[in-house]
Every structure is written in structure tokens, then in C-alpha cells.
């Protein structure tokens, strides 16, 4: 039976989410937001409470397919794979490409999950489009197929378990536009979106661009790179050089972590505000310290938490949302310490976990 209830919720009720909800054996029902029809880009939101499973009937093979390991997101993403698996009781194994630029590397691991007898596949994907063919010809052998977190343009997938990062753009913009209103002062915003051809990342372009429009900011043209320290410190140092009016440096989550020991070092503290489009351990530290200004938390923990669930569903033909992702806010000085941390991101303890047997 799905356990779905349809609510309105608002983030201040997400905001008041005790750490049990999210943490405990029970971490549901959480506040979720349903894509109707699912897999549709213009789809209708639909705010749910998402419930899960209380257990697997089996211990099934699940293989999942990360774009890397290199940053504090996907750790969160692992605790939530790891955790979900366990409490589920089923076996993982987490498989990881090594960067965005590793297509090629990905594509072969997904062939070794089928290969190797995988029960359902869940990626995390590197290219929007890049790996339709072998979901293509993973899913023709019966093996379920789950979009975790960055999003593909397949139809043969069978659920998406994501945020809209359109939205986590959007928000980021908007946090922009609504200080620097059309006819205020102008500023100057430096913008990393990621690495270029992931879908993530031209989704969230795409909402900072049109939030920012007609606003009193003037953005710079995107810098794209990898989600790696050094290519982020090295795309932000440049654009500062080139631009020293620059106000805001807003970009990934590892473009602002990056960015804080610059804008100590170089005294801008006063000029220049770091804003993520997304949350990690290093960005929520960096609001509650003052080093960042803003980041809309996206609970990649539950969307991995999700994906599992969803996968197990799926193999048991049980009744699943098909399309579903945790409901975003903002998190910025304003509210840092009324956020359960815990229900957003991993325990500070984790480490990379890869398999439960």
C-alpha cells in the first residue's frame, strides 16, 4: 500500500523537523515535494509526506554509481545510500567514476553493476544525456534504473529520486535580486555553475539567470569547472583578478568552501559575499561562522535514503512515487540555528563507506 499523504507544508514546518525524523530507524515521514506527471520538465509540484519501507522481503543486490567521491555532497549522499541499505537490509555496493569528466569510466562501471548481477542500478549521473544508451541497455535486461540527485534526460528510467536544481538555482538568484532590486546600486556577480554538459548544472544556471534578470546585479560570464578545490580556487582567483568591483562569488557548494580562506587572505570579507546553490557540512559551517552568506539545502541524505526505497519497491512491485525529492529552503544567518543540522546532512563522523553486505 502507498503511505502517501498529500500535504501543505511550509519550510518553517521542515525547519522544526526533529533530528529523529530523519535519523532514527523511523526517518519518515518526511516533507516532500511529488513531480506530476513524474519525469516531466514542466510537471506540477505536489507537496507529500514521503513514507518508506519498514524492511526489504529480501536481501537484494543493489549497485550504485556515483559522478566521484572528492567532495562533502556525495559523502552525504553515501551516508544516505549506506544508511538506507542497512536499515532496509539489503546489499550495496557504491561504485565511483572519479570526476565529471569521466564519462567513459562511468558508462563501463554501470555495465560491470548489470554484469556483475545487480538487482537495480541507482546513478548518479555525469551527463544529462551521456548515459541514455546504457540505461537503455541496462533496463532491456529487467534491471530497474533509479536518477539519484543530478538527473538524466532517459525515459527508460524507472523513478527519479532529486531535487530541482533549476529551483536550487533559482533560489540562489533570487537571494540576490531581492537584496539588489532594479534601480538600487549595481553589483557585480562572479558565477561557477559546475562542470559544463552535467544536467545539475545547466539546470541550475538556467534558474540563477532568469531569478537574477532584471535585477540590479550584473553577472559575469559562468565559469565552468569541475567540482574539484584546486580548479575551483583557481576559476575564483582569476575572475578576481580580472574584476576586483566583484560583490557576490556565488557557485557550487565547493567554489564558496573554496573561497573562504581567499577572501580572508585578500582582507574582502566586507565586499565580497560567498553564496552555494547547494548545502554541505563545509558550507553550513561557513554560515554559522559568517565566512558564507547563504545555501539552499536540498537533504541529499533523504533523496539517497529515497532512491533506496524506491529501488526496493520497485523490485518488490510495491507501490512507489515515482518522481519525488525533499522540499528545499535557504539556509542563511537568519535561520542557521533553528536547523536541525542532521536532517540535511551526514554526522561529522562519517567517513566513505562503499559497501554493506
Known amino acids: 500500500m502507498k503511505r502517501k499523504f498529500k500535504t501543505l507544508l511550509t519550510a518553517c514546518t521542515i525547519l522544526a523537523l526533529p533530528m529523529s525524523v530523519a535519523f532514527a530507524e523511523s526517518w519518515f515521514p518526511y516533507p516532500a515535494q511529488e513531480v506530476v506527471p513524474a519525469f516531466a520538465t514542466d510537471g506540477k509540484v505536489e507537496f507529500v509526506e514521503y513514507n518508506a519501507l519498514e524492511k526489504a522481503e529480501k536481501k537484494w543486490n543493489i549497485c550504485v554509481s556515483f559522478p566521484h567521491m572528492k567532495d562533502a555532497y556525495w559523502l552525504g549522499v553515501d551516508y544516505g545510500i549506506i544508511a538506507e541499505s542497512k536499515r532496509l537490509g539489503v546489499a550495496t555496493n557504491i561504485v565511483d567514476a572519479g570526476g565529471y569528466t569521466e564519462l567513459a569510466k562511468q558508462i563501463s562501471q554501470i555495465e560491470d553493476c548489470a554484469a556483475s548481477g545487480a538487482d537495480a542500478i541507482i546513478i548518479g549521473a555525469i551527463s544529462g544525456d551521456g548515459l541514455n544508451s546504457v540505461i537503455k541497455e541496462v533496463t532491456s535486461k529487467g534491471i530497474p534504473v533509479i536518477d539519484v540527485i543530478n538527473g538524466v534526460s532517459s525515459k527508460d528510467i524507472s523513478a527519479k529520486s532529486l531535487v530541482s536544481f533549476y529551483t536550487m538555482g533559482q533560489a540562489t538568484g533570487n537571494y540576490i535580486a531581492q537584496r539588489h532590486p532594479e534601480g538600487s546600486a549595481a553589483v557585480t556577480v562572479g558565477w561557477f555553475p559546475g562542470p559544463a554538459g552535467a544536467a545539475w548544472v545547466e539546470a541550475a544556471n538556467k534558474g540563477f539567470m532568469e531569478a537574477i534578470k532584471g ?12 567540482t574539484g578545490k584546486e580548479t575551483q580556487l583557481k576559476l575564483v582567483e582569476d575572475v578576481l583578478q580580472a574584476n576586483p568591483e566583484i560583490s557576490y562569488i556565488a557557485g557550487t557548494a565547493v567554489t564558496a568552501e573554496a573561497a573562504q580562506g581567499l577572501i580572508r587572505e585578500r582582507n574582502l570579507g566586507d565586499q565580497v559575499k560567498l553564496l552555494a546553490f547547494y548545502m554541505t557540512p563545509g558550507v553550513y559551517e561557513g554560515i554559522k561562522r559568517g565566512f558564507i552568506q547563504a545555501a539552499p539545502a536540498d537533504s541529499m541524505v533523504i533523496q539517497a535514503r529515497v532512491a533506496i526505497d524506491q529501488a526496493v519497491r520497485i523490485l518488490e512491485k510495491k507501490d512507489f512515487v515515482k518522481h519525488v525529492g525533499p522540499k528545499i529552503f535557504v539556509v542563511d544567518p537568519s535561520n542557521i ?7 540535511i546532512l551526514p554526522p561529522a563522523d562519517f567517513k566513505p563507506t562503499f559497501n554493506v553486505k
Open 337 to 343: 540555528d533553528k536547523v536541525q543540522r542532521d536532517n
Open 215 to 226: 535585477s540590479a546585479a550584473t553577472v559575469l560570464e559562468p565559469r565552468y569547472g569541475d
